[in-house]
């Protein structure tokens, strides 16, 4: 079975050794499969030499020839090594810094026959190319090479040749459980893989065709766990009929609740009352308001004598809802505590045992309150925030943790993730929705625009300006790791603190270990940082009202409902936030226009709908790999067809243990 190969350990794969692993662990990539699924972000086509005589300045280009001379200029490591290199139509000149090891190298000796590749470049009348990649002619094989990200510190080069090597290891008759549901429509899953990895042809359609039986997988597993949760999820739940609580409550709360939050309030506290289980989803923009609608519900749990539990996906974000519900709770007398993977053995214990006993009413955590060995002694509410971050299976994990004997806990997801209407029933399903839409008052729109990189310059003093005015500073970058192209988190604080030594900037991302990174996010809540260079990790939730502007590189890489997201860091008190989108250089013209959507657009619904309509087939398979609304490979605008066609269509299948295990990011979310 396919999925069987897929969960071998990545120590399997030739070259990976203990060290490498480990490091590889910390980017999520544990197994074969998790590694199959690092897919290329580009493929060069290396099927034809050029002639020397017919480079072009300034384009990369493959070429094969003698070693005429090679020299050393300089002394020991450093020296410069300059190869001369020709083929019956010219010659070149191919230049090596650093790389005084070569001179030793007898596959470089005069005579020998080496294939190249680089981006040509005349200079002095002469061609001549920089730190090509190389290797024997013998060792060249013609073809498509994919290109991949370097990841956890590892070249793209590196990566190619571990996927090589783990392609190798999956069994030819290694089978998906889908490979039969879909035998009329696609090819085998193992054929896709390996067609997205070492592609025949760069024909789109085909490139598009292994993608979208790779995102299969994912879509009809989590279609069929949805639907089976469904069929659960109809037992009487408690009902809480108490009112006198949630009017103290009403009452302490610091405003009026807005149209949106009233309306929402009366939906969930309908349900609450109905005896019945709920089961919806509260989704409303960001900044719309939504720990107030979920904090009404728990005090109404609360005050009829139940639990309630908010489960967040990150502990940051938890963190936080712990201190603003805390103010909120302590005049009515109630208490809430946190639990997290932080949580100390000690206080851990003393926490699940108040809640046991009942004592402890109401808790925010984060997957930590999944595990097995929390037990309430009669949880009557549950609530997930950001449920997008959480699987199928944990979103109902906490609702499952019901006692023997007692009645099914309600379930309140909440989301800003504006799910277009088309495609919230195929998706969410199994739940009813309550859309918040508008603003609490006196918000201005964040002022939205798209520049080029090379404006850096106008930017810097920009952002002087709201240093100077006390304003504080998210900037992001597409990755974690180091790549060729300097958009690394790292990379990012070295190049900032330079321009603004009195800043402070700090790092934060989702590897970091949990002290590190609530420090940094404290650093800049508290305003002992000024500037903070992230990931998207800041993308959820997180309340810094002093933050005035938001700077997000290669923003064409994102989707516009998380370009949205991300926006809504700022803009957060009555000051003016400002947002600005690098548009990275191979953005294409119609991800200009798409980004030009965010100029005009400042609702959420609005700009997923937009995406959905100017999507569709666009963008080149693997330049986005990774999916949004807590999905591996899925992405809401891009797959919306695929995801209507099989929520009509559903197989029945059975996916076995391991496919459900592979599949994990919708299964199983950690911080
Ligand atoms: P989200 O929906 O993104 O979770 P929050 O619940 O964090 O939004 O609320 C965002 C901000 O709006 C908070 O600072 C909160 O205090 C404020 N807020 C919420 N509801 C109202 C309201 N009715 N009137 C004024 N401010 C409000
Ligand atoms: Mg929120």
Known sequence: MMYQTMALPLSTVKGVGPALEKRLHQRDIRTLGDLLLHLPKDYIDDRQLSPIAQLCDGVSARIQGRILTKEARGYGKKRQVIIL??????????????????????????????????????????????????????????????????LA?????????????????LPVAASSPLDAVLAATASPLRQALRELH????????????????????ELILYLQLMREKKRQADCPAVSLQAETSSRLMHQSLPFELTDAQASAWSDISTDLNSGKRMHRLLQGDVGAGKTWVAALAMIKAAGCGYQAALLAPTEVLAKQHAETLQALFAPLGFTIKLLTGSTRAKERRELLAELGSGELKLIVGTHALLSEDVVFNHLALALVDEQHRFGVRQRWGLADKKRDGHQAVHLLGMTATPIPRTLALALYGDMDLSIMRGMPPGRKPVETRVIASDKM??????????????GRIYWIVPRIDEDEDGLSVDQ?????????????VLGLHGR?????KNGALEAFTTGVCKMLVSTTVVEVGVNVPEARLIVIEEAESYGLAQ???????????????????????????????????????????????????????????????????????????EDATLIRYWFENLPDFDPGEEMQRFWRPFAESTD
């Open 153 to 169: 510190g590892l070249s793209g080069k590196r990566i190619a040749t571990l996927i090589r090597q783990a392609l190798t290891l």
């Open 457 to 470: 310059k106008s930017l810097i003093a920009g952002m002087q300006r709201i240093l100077d005015a006390e």
């Open 512 to 516: 970091m270990k949990s002290g590190d």
């Open 563 to 637: 370009l949205h997201q991300l926006r809504g860091r700022v803009g957060r008190s009555s000051e003016q936030g400002y947002c600005m989108l690098i548009a990275g250089d191979a953005a294409s013209e119609g991800s200009r226009t798409r980004l030009n959507q965010m100029v005009n657009t400042h609702d959420g619904l609005e700009l997923a709908e937009a995406d959905l309509a100017l999507r569709g087939s666009g963008d080149a398979v693997g330049t986005r790999q990774h999916g949004d609304a807590g999905f591996r490979l899925l992405n809401m605008a």
């Open 198 to 217: 070492q592609p025949h042809d760069l024909d789109s359609e085909a490139l598009n065709r292994a993608a979208v039986r790779l995102k299969c997988e």
């Open 492 to 504: 990012r604080v070295e190049l900032l603190k330079r321009y603004f030594p009195d800043a402070n």
């Open 85 to 150: 290199l020709a083929d019956d139509s010219g010659r070149i000149r191919l230049n090596f810094f650093h790389s005084g090891y070569m001179m030793s190298d007898a596959r470089l000796s005069e005579g020998r026959e080496i294939a190249v590749r680089g981006v040509a470049e005349r200079w002095q009348g002469q061609w001549q190319m920089t730190h090509p990649e190389w290797c024997v002619s013998e060792a060249f094989q013609p073809g498509y090479q994919p290109v991949y990200r370097a």
